[in-house]
Structures are given as structure tokens and as C-alpha cells.
């Protein structure tokens, strides 16, 4: 059980930059503190709720962090839709060869977010834990409380749709 102050505190040490960067990954840099510390906040209002027979921690803070991006969903969206007309943002070094490789990612970038922007926002809150967070399906399941086969079948659907959507074979 988490309810003691000091023991959050190793929650936090523990978890703190890997949410923060799953935020980042979803929502950008400049949001991704704020719902970190939202989300960590949240968690420690909560913590005597917590339930470890339910499951682990980790997929209970990611689950608070997606609920969070799901405030911020619109934002998301246009987020993706934004990336994939104006592709990632140039280098500040001008070398021949980065500026190669990030016109070639930038296609891949505009496409793949293009893809996302396509997703429910379930399909993509499977598809992102999976990738970013690298989550198991059973961690998503707890994390979105939802059936693990809900998952399957949610990170199923989006896959074909983004190998449709990149023109990859199945």
C-alpha cells in the first residue's frame, strides 16, 4: 500500500521520468510537465484508493496520465494533423546530410501522424501505450480499465488501419 507520504516518494523516483516522457511522446515537451505533475498529483491524492491486487502501479499511473491526455485530446489532434502538414521541425545544424534524412523522416513523420489523426481515440491510446510507453496488453487493459481482449482488438483494427493508411503489406 502507497499510503504513507515517504512511500509515494519512491513511486515518484521510480516512474516519474518515464510518464513524462510517454506525455511528451503523446501531447509534445511543453505540455508534458504539467500533466506529469498533474498526473503524479492526482496519484498521490489517490493513493490510499489504490488497489495492488488490481494490479501494479505503473499501468495505474499510465492510466491517469491517458485519462489527463484525454482532457487534452483536441489539442492532440491538431497536434497530428499540424505534423503532418508542415512534417517535423528542422535542425539548427544545417549539415547536407541531416537535412537529407530529415526531409526523408519528414515524410514518414507526415504520413505516420496523418495515420494517428485517423485513429479512435481508443485505437490510438492502445497503439501509443504499446509504442511509447511499451506497455503489455495487459498493462493497457489495467491502465485504460478495459478487457485485455478490448485491447487486442483495438491494437488490431489500428494496425491494419496504419498499414493501410502507410501503404504497408500485412
Known amino acids: 500500500m502507497i499510503t ?7 513511486v515518484f523516483d521510480a516512474h516519474y521520468e518515464e510518464i513524462r516522457r510517454y506525455l511528451g511522446r ?14 503524479f498529483l492526482i496519484a498521490f ?3 490510499e484508493t489504490f488497489d495492488p491486487s488490481f494490479g501494479e502501479i505503473r499501468p495505474w499511473l499510465y492510466g491517469i496520465a491517458t485519462n ?6 483536441r489539442t492532440e489532434l491538431r497536434r497530428y494533423r499540424a505534423l503532418a502538414r508542415t512534417g517535423p521541425p528542422p535542425d539548427d545544424d544545417g549539415l547536407d546530410q541531416q ?16 495515420a494517428l489523426a ?7 491510446d492502445v497503439v501509443l501505450l504499446v509504442a511509447y ?8 487493459a489495467s491502465a485504460l480499465r478495459v478487457a485485455e481482449g478490448t485491447v487486442a482488438s483495438r491494437l488490431s483494427r489500428a494496425r491494419t488501419k496504419l498499414r493501410g493508411a502507410l501503404g504497408m503489406e500485412a
Open 45 to 47: 491524492r489517490r493513493r
Open 133 to 140: 510507453g511499451g506497455l503489455s496488453y495487459a498493462e493497457v
Open 26 to 39: 503523446r501531447v509534445g515537451l511543453d505540455v508534458a510537465e504539467d500533466l506529469a505533475a498533474e498526473t
Open 68 to 73: 489527463l491526455i484525454g482532457r487534452h485530446r
Open 4 to 10: 504513507a507520504p515517504d512511500a509515494f516518494e519512491a
Open 118 to 124: 485517423r485513429l479512435t481515440a481508443g485505437e490510438r
Open 99 to 114: 537535412v537529407v534524412d530529415r526531409l526523408t523522416a519528414g515524410v514518414t513523420v507526415e504520413r505516420l501522424a496523418k
